[in-house]
């Protein structure tokens, strides 16, 4: 079965949506979509920027509020946006890294679900741990875990990985043969490269 | 019959492909489509941009002309990549505007064709003077009315009418209650929206 890299993270609203169809989309042409977080703060960083571009240009981001909310809308999902935006997002994308492949995509779902549904604060332990909790996982020791120097060094190792495969921004979709695409919107088209459809 | 503001910059890559199908795909929800000519200068540089979001982020860039390959071969449009970029779409606008509404989309498909899937110098009036006669039109009469004080007047008229839109960037659909939407790749939610879908 072929395999899809999903570059996403927390902070990133467009990656909310992606996560939450991701799945069945996958499953109806037959891809396996390999989980990865990933932080845009380096990535942003590498590119001049300080600050997501949609605080940078204030118009876009106005947009991309109100384009959110018809998409999510669209998909039966709840949107809430959260303050302050961006939220950071390290925390969670340490605990997606610490879990095993089998535990993630609940994880992260209803990780992206407390930040975009119900406007929680991510970057808080607390929050976290009830997530890990609502998902039926075993919460402190998932953050223990979450702040170990191996998983401090393999989310480093992954934010290196994704930007030699070229993403730029999230959601990113890296088919075996190294075909990107970006954005939520993408999803479909990257679905069907990896397919060969 | 409900309407649809496209607003398109013959210097804008996405616009290009959004020309191209949205008379067929306007025609099977019965909206019509009002052609708008604009120019993303003044509009980039009211939020800071003094070039091409696609030339001053290199990787964004990058990877835009790999999708715009990818859109253009699954919607079997030719392709190359116009050098220099971005290209001056100000003689390409004032033409457009200059021309009346029925003999607008032929000449703006084909300029984008030009630009876009030949890379031709649209600036140069020459290429849009061909273009003209391509299509039929009086190519020096026009060309005359494009440079003239009211045209110019009309077309400074329309960047003010897209930025009160909330225009950011082109392509742009705005339907008749301003709701707004941004890229190719929202043409078909735009035209959803007008037709009430």
New interface residues.
């Given amino acids: 079965m072929v395999a899809l890299d999903f570059w996403f993270e927390f902070a990133s609203t467009y990656s909310y949506p992606a996560a939450m169809r991701i799945e069945r989309a996958a499953e109806a042409r037959g891809v396996t979509v390999r989980w990865r977080p990933v932080l845009l703060g380096p990535i942003f960083a590498a ?3 300080t600050d997501s571009p949609f605080n940078a ?1 204030p ?2 981001g ?2 991309m509020w ?2 959110m909310a ?1 998409i999510c809308a669209s998909l039966d999902l709840p949107f809430r946006r959260p303050s302050p935006f961006p939220q950071n997002g390290l925390l969670g994308a340490r605990v997606a890294t610490a879990l095993d492949d089998a535990a993630r995509p609940a994880f992260v779902k209803a990780l992206y679900t407390a930040a975009f549904g119900d406007g929680a604060q991510i970057s808080d332990p607390d929050v976290v741990s009830d997530v890990l909790v609502g998902c039926g996982l075993p919460a402190r020791e998932t953050l223990t875990r979450a702040q170990s120097e191996d998983t401090k060094s393999r989310l480093r190792s992954a934010v290196d990985t994704a930007q030699a495969a ?1 993403v ?2 999230a959601p990113s979709f890296v088919c075996e043969d190294g075909e ?4 939520n ?2 999803l479909e ?1 990257a679905l069907d490269w990896a397919a060969g459809v």
């Fill in positions: 590119q001049g920027l240009y118009q876009k106005a947009y109100r384009d018809r070229g730029f921004g990107l695409f970006w954005g919107d993408r088209a």
